[in-house]
C-alpha cells in the first residue's frame, strides 16, 4: 500500500469515528447546558467559590465572570512559577524568569499553550500537573460557556439573560472534558503512552553518550491537551515525543480527540435552537473547508520535486517515519484549524505552500471546526456577517435564526473579525521593523518572515503552534506574544457576549417567504465563500511576502 493511499484510508477511518459519536456527544452536551440539576460534586463547589448557579446573568455579568476567573488564574500560574523551586517533585528545576513565567501564565490560561521553554527541562510534575493540567481544564471549559452562551442568545427571546458563567463552567469540566479526558487517558496508557511521576533518567544514546529524561502524567495530560483543543506539551518535541504519541493508532487517535467536541458542539447548537438542520449547516461548512484544506496539504506534501522526494515517497523533511505524510499532513491541518497548536512535525519544514496551508487555517479564525467552544461562536460570527452580505444583494433586513441582524449586531461581528487580524499584522510589523526581534530570526528572506508571522498569528488566534527556526525566548517576545494572545482571547470574547446579550433582547422575527433559509446547501456555500474572501482580503499581502513567495519560488 503506497504513502498517498495510506493517508486516504487515515481520513476516511478518521471522518466515520466522529460521524459515529457525532450525535450521541453532541445531545449528551445539549443535556448538559439545559439541565436544572445539580451533581453533588458540583454544589461542593459552587458552595466553595460563593457562586449561585440558578442565578440568571446579563451579558456584561457573564463577561464579569469569565475575565474574573480567568484573571485569578493568569495570577495563580504565574505563582506557582515563579515558587517552582520552593516546590515538592520540582525535579531541581529553578524558578521561571517572570517574563517566561507571565507568557506560559497567559498563554495557559487563554487556551493558547504556546511554550517558549522546553517543557522536560523546565517544570517539574507540581507545576505541570497543578497549574498546566488544570488550566487545560478549565480554559477549554470557558469557551465552551461563551459559546453556549451565544446559542443562549438565538434561542431566548426578550429576557437579555444567557444563563449562568459558573454553572456552565463547572458542568463544562465536570460532565463532558473530565469523563472524555478520563476514558482517553486510559486509551493512551494502554498503548504506550507513559504515566508517572518518576524523578530524572540517565539514558544511553544509539551513537554513544547519553541523555537524561524525566518522566510525568504524560497520558492524561495529553488526553486533555487535545480534547480541550490545548496544545502544551509535555515533552518539547509535543505529539512528535513517543512518550506522548508513540504509534500510528496513537496519532490518528490524538487527531479524533481534537476534533470530537469542536465537530459535534454543532449538534449541541442545533439541539438548543430547536433546528438540528442549522447545527448540520454549521457543520457543512467547518466539514468542506476542513477537508479542503486536507486535501490541499496532502498534495503539497506529496508532490516530488526531485530524486530525493522521490525516494522519501514525498516532502519527509521535519516529519516521523512513523506517521508519514499522510498522518502528519492531517494533524497538522487539524491543529492548526482548530486552537490546538499541537504538533507532530515541524510546520517550518513543511514545503513552501504547506506551511502556508498552516497559517491559512489560523488566520482563518479557527472555525473550521475550530476551538473547543471558540470555533463554534467565531462560525456563528462569520454565519451572521454572511446572512448580512445576502440581505444586502437582495434589499431586505438580514435575519438569522429568527433575530434581525441590524446595525448593532453588524457592528459587534465587524468588531470581532477586526480584532485578530490588527494583532497579528501590527505586533508582526513591529517585530520585522524593529532590530531585536528580528535578530532572533534563524532564516532569512521569504521563510523569516514566515516565521515571525506565524508567531503572533499563533498568539492572537489562540494557536500556541510554533514554525520553528525562531528564538522567542526573550523579552520582546515573551511580552508582546503574551499580549496578543491576552488580547486576542479576550476582547473578541466581549463582542460576542454582547451580542448574544442583544439577540437575547429581541422578539423573534415570523418566517417568510422571503426569509434567507439558512439550513441550505446555498447558504452553506455562501458562508464558505464569506469565510473565505474576507480572510484573503485581509492577509494575502502578508501571505504573499511569506509562504506564497517561498512556495512560489
Known amino acids: 500500500m503506497g504513502p498517498v493511499t495510506a493517508g486516504v484510508l487515515q481520513l476516511l477511518a478518521l471522518i466515520g469515528a466522529l460521524a459515529l459519536v457525532?450525535?450521541?456527544?453532541?445531545?449528551?452536551?445539549?443535556?448538559?447546558?439545559?439541565?436544572?440539576?445539580?451533581?453533588?460534586?458540583?454544589?461542593?463547589?459552587?458552595?466553595?467559590?460563593?457562586?449561585?448557579?440558578?442565578?440568571?446573568?446579563?451579558?456584561?455579568?457573564?463577561?464579569?465572570?469569565?475575565?474574573?476567573?480567568?484573571?485569578?488564574?493568569?495570577?495563580?500560574?504565574?505563582?506557582?512559577?515563579?515558587?517552582?523551586?520552593?516546590?515538592?517533585?520540582?525535579?531541581?528545576?529553578?524558578?521561571?524568569?517572570?517574563?517566561?513565567?507571565?507568557?506560559?501564565?497567559?498563554?495557559?490560561?487563554?487556551?493558547?499553550?504556546?511554550?517558549?521553554?522546553?517543557?522536560?527541562?523546565?517544570?517539574?510534575?507540581?507545576?505541570?500537573?497543578?497549574?498546566?493540567?488544570?488550566?487545560?481544564?478549565?480554559?477549554?471549559?470557558?469557551?465552551?460557556?461563551?459559546?453556549?452562551?451565544?446559542?443562549?442568545?438565538?434561542?431566548?427571546?426578550?429576557?437579555?439573560?444567557?444563563?449562568?458563567?459558573?454553572?456552565?463552567?463547572?458542568?463544562?469540566?465536570?460532565?463532558?472534558?473530565?469523563?472524555?479526558?478520563?476514558?482517553?487517558?486510559?486509551?493512551?496508557?494502554?498503548?504506550?503512552?507513559?504515566?508517572?511521576?518518576?524523578?530524572?533518567?540517565?539514558?544511553?544514546?544509539?551513537?554513544?553518550?547519553?541523555?537524561?529524561?524525566?518522566?510525568?502524567?504524560?497520558?492524561?495530560?495529553?488526553?486533555?491537551?487535545?480534547?480541550?483543543?490545548?496544545?502544551?506539551?509535555?515533552?518539547?518535541?509535543?505529539?512528535?515525543?513517543?512518550?506522548?504519541?508513540?504509534?500510528?493508532?496513537?496519532?490518528?487517535?490524538?487527531?479524533?480527540?481534537?476534533?470530537?467536541?469542536?465537530?459535534?458542539?454543532?449538534?449541541?447548537?442545533?439541539v438548543m435552537v430547536g433546528s438540528v438542520k442549522q447545527g448540520y449547516a454549521i457543520l457543512a461548512t467547518m466539514a468542506t473547508i476542513w477537508v479542503g484544506f486536507v486535501a490541499l496539504m496532502m498534495w503539497t506534501e506529496f508532490s516530488h520535486h526531485g530524486p530525493a522526494f522521490d525516494i522519501a515517497g514525498g516532502a519527509m523533511e521535519g516529519k516521523e517515519v512513523r506517521f508519514g505524510i499522510g498522518g502528519s499532513s492531517i494533524f497538522a491541518t487539524s491543529t492548526t484549524l482548530t486552537s490546538t497548536g499541537a504538533v507532530n512535525s515541524f510546520h517550518s519544514s513543511f514545503t513552501g505552500l504547506g506551511g502556508g496551508i498552516t497559517l491559512l487555517g489560523m488566520m482563518?479564525?479557527?472555525?473550521?471546526?475550530?476551538?473547543?467552544?471558540?470555533?463554534?461562536?467565531?462560525?456563528?460570527?462569520?454565519?451572521?456577517?454572511?446572512?448580512?452580505?445576502?440581505?444586502?444583494?437582495?434589499?431586505?433586513?438580514?435575519?438569522?435564526?429568527?433575530?434581525?441582524?441590524?446595525?448593532?449586531?453588524?457592528?459587534?461581528?465587524?468588531?470581532?473579525?477586526?480584532?485578530?487580524?490588527?494583532?497579528?499584522?501590527?505586533?508582526?510589523?513591529?517585530?520585522?521593523?524593529?532590530?531585536t526581534p528580528a535578530n532572533s530570526m534563524t532564516n532569512s528572506g521569504a521563510h523569516g518572515f514566515s516565521e515571525i508571522l506565524y508567531a503572533y498569528t499563533s498568539a492572537a488566534n489562540n494557536n500556541g503552534s510554533a514554525f520553528a527556526g525562531l528564538n522567542a525566548d526573550t523579552q520582546w517576545f515573551n511580552t508582546t506574544l503574551g499580549i496578543a494572545m491576552l488580547l486576542g482571547r479576550f476582547v473578541p470574547m466581549v463582542f460576542v457576549l454582547a451580542l448574544a446579550g442583544s439577540l437575547a433582547g429581541q422578539r423573534p422575527v415570523p418566517v417568510t417567504a422571503g426569509t434567507l433559509r439558512t439550513e441550505k446547501p446555498l447558504f452553506t456555500g455562501l458562508l464558505v465563500g464569506a469565510i473565505l474572501i474576507i480572510t484573503g482580503l485581509t492577509y494575502f499581502p502578508a501571505l504573499a511576502l511569506g509562504p506564497l513567495a517561498e512556495g512560489l519560488a
Not at 429568527?402 to 485578530?420: N, Q
Open 364 to 435: 482563518l479564525g479557527e472555525i473550521a471546526p475550530g476551538g473547543v467552544g471558540s470555533g463554534l461562536y467565531g462560525m456563528l460570527i462569520m454565519a451572521v456577517i454572511a446572512v448580512f452580505i445576502a440581505g444586502l444583494m437582495v434589499g431586505r433586513t438580514p435575519e438569522y435564526l429568527g433575530k434581525k441582524i441590524g446595525t448593532r449586531e453588524i457592528k459587534l461581528a465587524a468588531c470581532y473579525i477586526l480584532v485578530t487580524p490588527a494583532l497579528v499584522l501590527t505586533l508582526t510589523a513591529c517585530a520585522m521593523a524593529l532590530p
Open 22 to 270: 457525532h450525535i450521541p456527544l453532541g445531545n449528551h452536551m445539549a443535556r448538559v447546558y439545559s439541565s436544572t440539576k445539580h451533581l453533588r460534586v458540583e454544589k461542593w463547589i459552587y458552595k466553595g467559590i460563593g457562586a449561585n448557579p440558578d442565578a440568571e446573568m446579563t451579558w456584561p455579568a457573564y463577561l464579569r465572570g469569565v475575565l474574573a476567573f480567568s484573571a485569578v488564574g493568569v495570577l495563580f500560574l504565574y505563582l506557582l512559577q515563579r515558587l517552582q523551586g520552593l516546590l515538592p517533585g520540582s525535579l531541581g528545576f529553578a524558578a521561571i524568569d517572570p517574563d517566561q513565567a507571565f507568557n506560559t501564565a497567559v498563554s495557559f490560561v487563554t487556551n493558547t499553550n504556546w511554550q517558549s521553554y522546553y517543557g522536560e527541562q523546565a517544570m517539574g510534575h507540581v507545576v505541570q500537573t497543578a497549574g498546566l493540567a488544570v488550566q487545560n481544564f478549565v480554559s477549554a471549559a470557558v469557551g465552551m460557556a461563551v459559546a453556549v452562551a451565544l446559542v443562549r442568545g438565538f434561542a431566548r427571546s426578550r429576557s437579555g439573560e444567557l444563563g449562568n458563567f459558573w454553572s456552565d463552567l463547572v458542568r463544562g469540566v465536570t460532565r463532558i472534558l473530565v469523563p472524555l479526558a478520563f476514558v482517553a487517558a486510559v486509551v493512551l496508557v494502554a498503548c504506550g503512552v507513559i504515566q508517572n511521576f518518576s524523578g530524572i533518567h540517565e539514558v544511553g544514546q544509539f551513537m554513544g553518550g547519553s541523555q537524561q529524561w524525566n518522566g510525568g502524567a504524560v497520558a492524561s495530560q495529553e488526553a486533555i491537551k487535545e480534547l480541550g483543543t490545548n496544545g502544551g506539551g509535555y515533552f518539547n518535541a509535543n505529539s512528535a515525543h513517543p512518550f506522548e504519541n508513540p504509534t500510528p493508532f496513537t496519532n490518528l487517535f490524538e487527531i479524533f480527540l481534537i476534533l470530537v467536541i469542536p465537530f459535534s458542539i454543532t449538534r449541541t447548537f442545533g
